[in-house]
T-cell receptor, first 115, second 118 residues
Framework: DTEVTQTPKHLVMGMTNKKSLKCEQH?????MYWYKQKAKKPPELMFV???????INESVPSRFSPECPNSSLLNLHLHALQPEDSALYLC??????????????FGPGTRLTVL | AQTVTQSQPEMSVQEAETVTLSCTYD???????LFWYKQPPSRQMILVIR??????QNATENRFSVNFQKAAKSFSLKISDSQLGDTAMYFC???????????????FGTGTRLTIIP
């Protein structure tokens, strides 16, 4: 199984809603990533989890709250989002190797619309 | 901080032709890695090819090859015998070598939208 899955595929939420994005991998990877991608732009790193611990937070606003309950699962909890947060949210995972063969495998993304 | 520049926002080429996508980067690091990622329309991003900066030999993967010029900080992607399935957004990406796992960060360029014309 060389797949990263993400649910839901699409999400529409109001600014007062609370929702969560889910990412799952069963490749035994020990690093998991959240990226935000606006239309026609490159992905921007948000968070990195390494061995279930948060290792990188790219100064993301607190209305985005990541969680890594176990080595296979990564969540992104959303609360009080703004319309400018509408984007494709990508999850990725990678092995616990150093160097260029530490390939990141990407999921298909969740397309989020904030009204 | 590293920057990655892709100066060609869009390109198109006839099927079976060869196309070259350009990428330049700026870094003060000596030990790093470069990647080309492909993101087809509404599909997952996948790795196309990777290059280690300390290797002089250019990487190749079937129809995909790179021209890595370390001194010029240039990393172009050549696609030979292009196919309709090559239609996608292509991102060049940089990763600094880290000694500790968990700090790997990919810095992406702005992308080149490639269309293969039948």
């Amino acid at each position: 199984d060389t797949e990263v899955t993400q649910t839901p595929k699409h999400l529409v939420m109001g600014m007062t809603n609370k929702k969560s994005l889910k990412c799952e991998q069963h490749m035994g990877h020990r690093a998991m990533y959240w990226y935000k991608q606006k239309a026609k732009k490159p992905p921007e790193l948000m968070f990195v989890y390494s061995y279930e611990k948060l290792s990188i937070n790219e100064s993301v606003p607190s209305r985005f709250s990541p969680e890594c309950p176990n080595s296979s699962l990564l969540n992104l909890h959303l609360h009080a989002l703004q319309p400018e947060d509408s984007a494709l949210y990508l999850c990725a995972s990678s092995q616990d190797w150093l160097g260029p063969y530490n390939e990141q495998f990407f999921g298909p993304g969740t397309r989020l619309t904030v009204l | 901080a590293q920057t990655v520049t892709q100066s060609q926002p869009e390109m198109s080429v006839q099927e079976a032709e060869t196309v070259t996508l350009s990428c330049t980067y700026d870094t003060s690091e000596n030990n790093y890695y470069l990647f080309w990622y492909k993101q087809p329309p509404s599909r997952q991003m996948i790795l196309v090819i990777r290059q280690e900066a300390y290797k002089q030999q250019n990487a190749t993967e079937n129809r995909f090859s790179v021209n890595f010029q370390k001194a010029a900080k240039s990393f172009s992607l050549k696609i030979s015998d292009s196919q309709l399935g090559d239609t996608a957004m292509y991102f060049c990406a940089f990763m600094k070598h880290w000694s500790n796992f968990g700090n790997e960060k990919l810095t992406f360029g702005t992308g080149t939208r490639l269309t293969i014309i039948p």
